[in-house]
């Protein structure tokens, strides 16, 4: 049964780089997009961005200025990387694994299973 | 953006009784291939959320088959066919047609 785990500094300061793991556990990294998605406190589901096993990623037009996620399969790892982050970026962090199927065309249609979550504060 | 509008925002239902959830999309997810993409998700209470159905009216793996997922287009709902206590949490639907996917702003169930 795959497990992803989340984990990096609960607390960041203004203007710093936001930094996250995701462990995948109980299944190969091969041939699924790897995702991040947050969710400010009391809010909905923002979709941050994803990379695929190979190596490609895609990012929210949102955030796309500051964001870098990174897969190293070979350590069942990807990681999220956001650049001079703001009280806005204020969430409960999730990763995720992202479909791939032959009617997915290349994209992840649906997200199964998360993680736990990790609430990241931004604050100084 | 895709928006996606839920509605109700919140239901409380008794056990045994049927619920119904419905999430409306500003933009059609039906692809030319006659695949929706569109999901349903639920977030119990302190937990991530995890994925109910996908496709539009496919439900995941181990998800019981009292809830269904039905629509077209634009207009989608999400039916549980007898609440239990372990269905209480927020749903969440998300379009994955049009990047950058998005979710709608849930809705909260209660089970009185």
């Known amino acids: 049964q795959v497990q992803l785990q989340a984990s990096g500094p609960g607390l960041v300061k203004p203007s710093e780089t936001l930094s996250l793991t995701c462990t995948v556990s109980?299944?190969?990294?091969?041939?699924?997009?790897w995702t991040w998605i947050r969710q400010p406190p009391g809010k909905g589901l923002e979709l941050i961005g994803y990379v695929y096993y190979s190596g490609s990623t895609y990012f929210n037009p949102s955030l796309q200025s500051r964001v870098t996620i990174s897969v190293d399969a070979s350590m069942n790892q990807f990681s999220l990387k956001l650049n001079f982050v703001t009280a806005a970026d204020t969430a409960v962090y999730y990763c995720a694994r992202g479909s791939d199927c032959p009617t997915c065309y290349s994209f992840p249609r649906w997200f199964d299973p998360w993680g736990q979550g990790t609430l990241v504060t931004v604050s100084s | 953006d895709i928006v996606m509008t839920q509605s109700p925002l919140s239901l409380a239902v008794t056990p045994g009784e049927p619920a119904s959830i419905s999430c409306r999309s500003s933009h059609s997810l039906l692809w030319s291939n006659g695949y929706t993409y569109m999901d349903w998700y639920l977030q119990k209470p302190g937990q991530s959320p995890q994925l109910l159905i996908y496709?539009?009216?496919n439900r995941a793996s181990g998800v019981p088959d009292r809830f269904s997922g039905s629509g077209s287009g634009t207009d989608f709902t999400l039916k549980i066919s007898r609440v239990e206590a372990e269905d209480v949490g927020i749903y969440y639907c998300m379009q994955a047609i049009q990047t950058p996917w998005t979710f709608g702003q849930g809705t909260k169930l209660e089970v009185k």
């Open positions: 496709f539009g009216s």
């Open positions: 109980g299944a190969s990294m091969n041939n699924y997009y």
